[in-house]
């Protein structure tokens, strides 16, 4: 890389921006290029897939009417386009319909589900045919496309030609770029931007420039700066010089403190920076120096100095202060001991408490546990006995409705006995009316009788003429003889019913007597259900209080379980921090004694 260094500033500018300028265009041209290649991949696919559509959507008759003729003249006019190498039709079954091919590439014999891919530079899509929503059949394409290579030298010329376009303007601007650098303005005006003075020096140790803080900091004009020897503004020229030749032994110096005297006698502190500056065959120019004014930092030094000694001073008085609080802490500590062992004492008092304390609370959770599970033996006996009283309350409810039932039909039978007494009376005195009557039938069939009698006599007394009367007479008292036999019969026949009357009469007075003393019963049979009735729905509202009241304690019973249980980890957890605590205070009062014996070996 010799030859590298050996080249001139302008060469080194133009090599450089030949070299950027390239780079970036083959940059852009790759990534043109990656770019190019995913649109038209992208593009591709919409064309061929739009293709494949209208295909599909061509074919759709051909496949549903069953026209491989039809179909397969579609497929011909495919040739048009030299990009399609196959193309087919596939039945809904996948066997192919019809076909179209050229330079010897034939579609596959079966389709597939619907897919778009490259196969190296052909893209082969397979399309559903649809009708509504039915699949009839698929469509198969295969294009070929632009490779790769065609593409990258179709871009690589145009990056070639743009190349050389740039490299045309890039040469006029790294000439410009050079006189630029190399224009001395421009080197003064970064040397003037500078708030730290700055000077170039000969190789004999001759000022050639300065910037105006080298002005400002010496108080001398630039004219009579320039030619004068740096080392004399210095209040120690050896040093500077000393400095000066440090550059050209070792090529450059850092941070070497001068003093740098004004023309007014102000003094100034500065870190002198340097080193050489060559020009393009390596050869020393001169010294490049640099002077940082530090006046700043050395009254930072001073303050911190002045401060490190009343740092001293109060340091001296804190130990003195240390001293009298030793003394205090050694009395503290004194008081420190026999309070620690009043504490331990205490501790373990309360140790022992809380463990006593633990013991009856873990009795007591016992105990409640066991009054918990008698309280819920309790509410589930509650809770039957309150289920068993509304059972009978049911019961008696039902029997208090069933005697009021009874009470009224006893009711209504006594009034039907009442009204059954009333129509045999009436009974009984009809058939004394019909007593009477037959009485006086049989009366009349007597007289009849002795009529018959009368007219027998004196038919016989007319003779023959009275034949005919006389047997009129013979059947009158044949009547007559008949109806005293069936008076005679209805007499015995009204015995028997006013017997029977009368033995009705008898029984249903009977009988209303005792369906009245029925009724009397029955009230009294009510009002008992009734009172069984009030009691048993007091006792049911009273199985219902307790079993509230049972269930009640049960909850009660289960927070003061629960309760006993908190107080019961308490407790676990008082004798825990109780044992901490006497632990702690063991450990305090050992230290109180170790700090006692301390403060008095140190006093000692």
Not at 53 to 64: D, H, I, K, R, Y
Not at 445 to 459: C, G, K, M, T
Request: no cysteine; charged share 20%.
């Amino acid at each position: 890389m010799r030859w590298l260094a050996d080249l001139r500033i302008r060469a080194k500018l133009t090599l450089v921006t030949m070299l950027t300028t390239a780079i970036a265009l083959l940059l852009a041209g790759a990534v043109i290029i990656a770019y190019d290649n995913y649109v038209y991949h992208a593009q591709k696919t919409g064309e061929i897939s739009a293709q494949a559509g209208v295909l599909a959507a061509s074919v759709t008759a051909s496949l549903e009417f069953n026209d491989s003729k039809a179909a397969q003249d579609y497929l011909n006019p495919l040739a048009a386009n030299p990009e399609i190498t196959a193309a087919g039709v596939y039945a809904s079954n996948g066997s192919l319909f019809a076909s179209y091919s050229r330079s010897g590439t034939r579609p596959p014999p079966l389709a597939e589900p619907q897919v778009q891919r490259f196969e190296g530079n052909d893209f082969v899509v397979f399309w559903p045919v649809r009708q509504g929503q039915r699949e009839v059949g698929t469509v198969y394409l295969r294009v070929s496309t632009e490779t790769l290579a065609v593409r990258i030298i179709r871009f690589g010329g145009i990056i070639l030609l743009v190349m050389i376009g740039s490299l045309l303007i890039t040469l006029p601007v790294g000439m410009r770029l050079h006189s630029v650098i190399a224009n001395p303005v421009y080197a003064r005006s970064l040397i003037e931007a500078s708030l730290d003075p700055m000077v170039t020096k000969s190789p004999e140790g001759k000022i050639t420039d300065v910037n105006e803080a080298t002005i400002k900091v010496t108080g001398v004009p630039r004219e009579k700066l320039i030619g004068t020897d740096l080392s004399n503004y210095f209040t120690e020229p050896e040093k500077a010089r000393e400095g000066y030749q440090q550059v050209f032994a070792k090529g450059f110096v850092t941070d070497y403190p001068l003093t740098i005297r004004h023309r007014d006698g102000r003094l100034t502190d500065v870190l002198y920076n340097a080193s050489v500056y060559k020009d393009e065959r390596g050869n020393v120019l001169g010294v490049f120096a640099a002077v940082r004014d530090v006046t700043a930092q050395k009254q930072a030094e001073d303050a911190l100095r002045q401060a490190h000694a009343e740092l001293e001073l109060r340091v001296q008085e804190r130990t003195a202060d240390l001293g009298r609080l030793v003394q205090q802490v050694r009395e503290g500590i004194k008081v420190l001991g026999s309070g620690t062992g009043e504490i331990l004492s205490a501790t373990n008092q309360v140790a022992t408490s809380s463990t006593e304390t633990a013991a009856s609370v873990s009795q007591t959770t016992v105990t409640v546990e066991e009054v918990k599970q008698t309280a819920q033996v309790a509410s589930q006996k509650a809770t039957y006995v309150l289920e068993s009283a509304q059972k009978l309350g049911q019961v008696s409810q039902s029997g208090k409705k069933s005697v009021e039932e009874t009470i009224e039909g006893m009711r209504r039978i006594r009034e039907q006995m009442e009204s059954i007494g009333e129509s045999i009376v009436r009974l009984s005195e009809q058939s004394q009316a019909i007593g009477e009557i037959v009485a006086a039938v049989n009366d009349l069939s007597d007289q009849s009788n002795l009529l018959a009698v009368n007219a027998a006599i004196e038919a016989a007394k007319a003779g023959e003429q009275g034949k005919g009367f006389a047997v009129v007479a013979q059947e009158i008292k044949s009547l007559a003889e008949q109806s005293k036999q069936a008076t005679t019969q209805v007499r015995a026949i009204l015995g028997d019913i006013q017997k029977a009357t009368s033995t009705v009469v008898l029984a249903t007075e009977q009988g209303a007597k005792a369906v009245e003393a029925g009724v009397q019963q029955s009230a009294q049979t009510g009002e008992s259900i009734r009172l069984l009735a009030d009691s048993i729905n007091e006792a049911a509202q009273a199985a219902t209080q307790i079993a509230a009241s049972s269930q009640q304690q049960l909850v009660g019973m289960d927070q003061v379980v629960l309760a006993m249980e908190n107080i019961k980890q308490a407790s676990t957890q008082n004798v825990a921090g109780a044992r901490q605590a006497e632990v702690a205070a063991k450990n305090l009062h050992e230290l109180g004694q170790r700090l006692s014996a301390l403060t008095e070996t140190k006093a000692d």
